[in-house]
């Protein structure tokens, strides 16, 4: 399957991003004398590796061609929600219902992302799967925190397989006169979002907070508006790859980064809600939802809106 030639600059371009980065970041590590310096390299190239494994699934999703795209990024919702459900304990009325999400809900919803059935795509979970889930969990008759284990799993579905789809969905996209910008959409929204995060993870160490409290401070405000500015200045870059001009490139990245970081925030009041009972993953070594749930929370936003009312047309299928 050929690639257009502004895909193929694009994926040159970020390759060689993440060559440089990777090589600086490492010879930092190695051979810088201040510990800060250290702790900042060896947290980029904890995002470097992970940027080089979205990569790999980005260029094979598009190699692999639309039903490929759709295993894919199945597969990567199927272990999203895998790690989401441990973070609390289930009970054994769960498991029928878990049985339900996995092997039935979620194939579903990437089946339907396969053959460009839209209205079922974002109406399937919302709608049918959120009414289904607790009442299958009823017919179980375990009452002891009934509401919550419910609406666990019902968060789980909605960002590891709702959100993740739109992904593959983002792909498939059909944009009058720029064949094959799905894909460059998708890269696009994954580096702003990730450019987001890094920032300001960098400068949350670079100002010696570590640990934050959950909430939103005034340096937690700080923060987002550095990132934001990284991110309009990222927007600028990549705006020759996809169909924008660069004022509604800066625009569309700015909302994505912003859900992206809303997301981030919720992870973190997750991981203090659950304290030590879960699965409570830290900066240093991030566990896989924290890599990505900026983009799982980005991903919708940005898919309708291009759709709906920037490019696509919207009775076209995807």
């Known amino acids: 399957m050929s690639i257009e030639p502004v895909t193929v600059r694009l994926l040159v371009a970020l390759l060689g991003a993440l060559v440089a980065v990777t090589a600086v970041a490492a010879l930092l590590r190695r051979t810088s004398k201040n510990r800060m310096a250290r702790v900042i390299a060896s947290l980029v190239l904890v995002r470097a590796r992970m940027w080089w494994a979205m990569c790999l699934v980005l260029l094979v999703a598009r190699l692999a061609g639309p039903t490929g795209s759709v295993i894919v990024f199945a597969l990567t919702s199927f272990f999203l929600l895998r790690e989401f459900i441990t973070m609390t304990p289930t009970r054994r009325g769960d498991h029928s219902v878990l049985f339900w999400v996995f092997f039935v809900i979620l194939p579903l919803q990437y089946y339907f992302v396969a053959i460009g059935w839209y209205g079922m795509f974002i109406i399937t979970i919302p709608v049918y799967a959120f009414l289904f889930i607790p009442i299958r969990a009823a017919i179980a008759g375990e009452s002891e925190r009934f509401l919550e284990r419910t609406a666990k799993i019902q968060w789980g579905l909605m960002i590891c397989v709702y959100c993740v789809a739109h992904a593959p969905a983002l792909l498939q996209l059909d944009i009058p006169g720029h064949p094959g910008a799905g894909l460059r959409l ?115 936003v940005f898919f309708h809106v291009t759709r709906y009312c920037l490019l696509a047309r919207p009775l076209a299928g995807f």
């Open 186 to 300: 998708l890269v696009f929204l994954a580096v702003v979002v990730q450019v987001c995060d890094l920032t300001r993870q960098l400068a949350r160490h670079a100002t010696g907070k570590r640990h934050p409290a959950p909430g939103v401070s005034a340096s937690d405000l700080k923060l987002v508006a550095l990132s934001l500015v990284a991110v309009a200045l990222t927007a600028i870059l990549l705006s020759w790859s996809v169909p924008f001009d660069i004022p509604r490139s800066v625009a569309m990245a700015l909302l994505a980064a912003s859900v992206g970081s809303g997301g981030s925030l919720c992870l973190r009041l997750i991981q203090w809600d659950r304290g030590r009972k879960g699965v409570v993953v830290t900066q240093t070594r991030p566990g896989m939802i924290e890599r990505v749930i900026a983009l799982c929370f980005a991903a919708p």
